[in-house]
């Protein structure tokens, strides 16, 4: 009993990182309703410019945090400004294309710049410590990782419903010429949106890093797991966000436990079976 106990627990830590996963891409979905094909490969970019940073600079990769950060949300405005905004309208195709295209040149950048080698981040200590409570083992890292994962949530549920920045995301995400009409600049606006996603990216990018080994390869699998999180929860609500990836980690660890070959399996049939039942999410968003 205490076992099927430990994997609950574990999957809904693990739920923690997906989450992270997962909401960046709510955000832009909920402001400017982009399907992002290249998040996944943003999420491994930062991991590897966390790796620069901590093998350039000798620190730990929570301080490269404060590097990293600045550097994808940086890279996020100017992706907006310069290549995505001049894709969205009312077809949905062009921003798929386009964003599948970046997926394309961000892994065969990272191949070129870093090899197929797995690579990972030295966390330290924090990577094997652990907490006994009620007789379970609980690691520190997949502690952390969903305190982050809720306080990042948090700050942008405060972000999107009491600033002004998060006013004018809702403007121009419920009516864009409206919102231009008021002096809002909508490319400006969804930049914004962007830098932000994309600084979130950053947080996920290093926890992966530190917790598993990487390569310009596993961006796809990231980005499902992302996608599947925030369709789960439903499309647009940051705490569903992280309700989803919880349902996903406690699926996946749960069906490991079953057998080791049913993980991604019993993830994807979770999914499945939410999508089923609430096609629109457990808790999608209300428009106001």
């Not at 409570?133 to 502690?143: E, F, R, T, Y």
């Not at 306080?151 to 409206?178: M, P």
């Not at 369709?231 to 996946?252: C, F, K, M, N, P």
Request: charged share 10%.
């Amino acid at each position: 009993m205490i076992e099927w106990v430990n994997a609950l627990v574990q999957g809904i830590l693990l739920g923690g990182l997906y989450a992270l996963f997962a909401a960046g891409l709510s955000l832009i979905f909920g402001v400017m309703r982009l399907v992002n094909i290249a998040h996944g490969d943003l999420i491994v970019l930062a991991a590897y410019i966390g790796l620069s940073t901590t093998m350039i600079l000798g620190v730990h990769p929570f301080i490269a945090l404060l590097i990293v950060m600045p550097v994808m949300a940086t890279i996020g405005y100017a992706l907006q400004r310069g290549l995505l905004n001049h894709a969205l309208g009312d077809d949905i195709l062009p921003p798929l294309l386009v964003t599948f295209g970046l997926s394309v040149i961000i892994q065969n950048a990272l191949l070129e710049g870093y090899s197929a080698d797995p690579q990972k981040l030295n966390g330290g200590a924090i990577e094997t410590a652990s907490i006994s409570l009620g007789g379970l083992a609980v690691g520190i890292l997949p502690l952390l990782t969903f305190a982050i994962a809720v306080a990042v949530i948090a700050v942008l549920q405060w972000v999107f419903y009491s600033t002004g920045l998060g006013r004018g995301f809702r403007a121009v995400s419920d009516n864009q010429e409206i919102a231009q009409l008021m002096g809002l600049n909508k490319a400006h606006v969804f930049g914004l949106a962007m830098a932000l996603a994309l600084g979130v990216t950053a947080i996920a990018g290093i926890l992966l890093g530190v917790r598993t080994s990487f390569d310009p390869a596993i961006g796809g699998g990231r980005l499902i797991f992302g996608f599947e999180a925030v369709i789960i929860g439903g499309l647009g609500s940051l705490w569903g966000t992280l309700a989803g990836g919880v349902i996903l980690g406690v699926a996946q660890t749960l069906g490991a436990k079953i057998d080791p070959g049913w993980q991604l399996l019993a993830g994807h049939v979770a999914f499945l079976v939410v999508l089923a039942l609430r096609p629109n999410g457990l808790f999608p968003r209300v428009e106001h």
